[in-house]
């Protein structure tokens, strides 16, 4: 199983607040990953890093911001919670080099904004 | 346009019967394809990857195969347990980018019943 964690696993919040999801890997992994995810739809990618400092956004506009200061570390932070921010957060990371860069996922965090 | 299609979109079996999921996909350049399962609530997990060259992978019950030519795959689960109630996601993998960018299908929601 992979040691990857997310904080916290369900939030449900009022509109308007400030909220940060939590991601760390044990794994010494580079490159690191957030993906949104409606049920029944594809994941969608929000965010990415290649490394420490190292942030990019991904396919999907999001409101959200992260982070990468620390190697085993990427949080995501919503300034302001609005209910189309609903959705399931998933984190991952994966080696950098070889050819197969498999990702591995976190449990996910499943957020309600109300 | 790069998509991968995943059919049936769900799918009802019994305990110890066999069941064939598909995955169509448009990505190129084609570097590889994941299956990955998805458990209600959780990340995904990977089960199996194939690179070009590889026709078929099997992981336990699950075998799943590629024709490159044909830009198909199947994950043929035998003998289902209730545990394989999930979700399958087919995630295609090209090379034309730096990222090593990923396209998700929106899974087959399996059910296994007693």
């Known amino acids: 199983e992979a040691d990857i964690y997310q904080t916290p696993r369900y939030l449900v919040i009022g509109t308007g607040k400030k909220i940060t999801l939590e991601c760390s890997q044990t794994m010494g992994h580079d490159k690191m990953y957030w993906y949104q995810q409606d049920p029944g739809m594809e994941l969608h990618l929000i965010h990415y890093?290649?490394?420490?400092?190292?942030?990019e956004k991904g396919d999907l506009s999001s409101e959200s911001t992260v982070s990468r200061i620390r190697t085993e570390h990427f949080p995501l932070t919503l300034e302001s919670a609005r209910p189309s921010h609903t959705s399931q957060y998933l984190c991952?990371?994966?080696?950098?080099?070889?050819?197969?860069?498999?990702?591995?996922f976190g449990p996910g965090t499943r957020l309600t904004v109300l | 346009k790069n998509q991968v299609e995943q059919s049936p979109q769900s799918l009802i079996i019994l305990e110890g019967k066999n069941c064939t999921l598909q995955?169509?996909?448009?990505?190129?350049?084609?570097?590889?394809l994941r299956w990955y399962k998805q458990d209600t609530g959780r990340g995904p997990v990977s089960l199996t990857i194939?690179?070009?060259?590889?026709n078929t992978k099997s992981n336990g019950r699950y075998t799943a195969t590629l024709d490159a030519d044909t830009k198909q795959s199947s994950l043929h689960i035998t003998a289902s347990q209730l545990s394989d109630s999930a979700s399958y996601i087919c995630v295609v993998s090209d090379r034309g980018s730096t990222l090593g960018r990923l396209y998700f299908g929106r899974g087959t929601q399996l059910t296994v019943w007693p």
């Open positions: 991952a990371s994966s080696e950098t080099g070889g050819q197969t860069d498999t990702q591995y």
């Open positions: 194939m690179t070009f060259s590889e």
């Open positions: 890093s290649y490394g420490v400092n190292s942030t």
């Open positions: 995955c169509n996909y448009t990505v190129s350049p084609f570097s590889n």
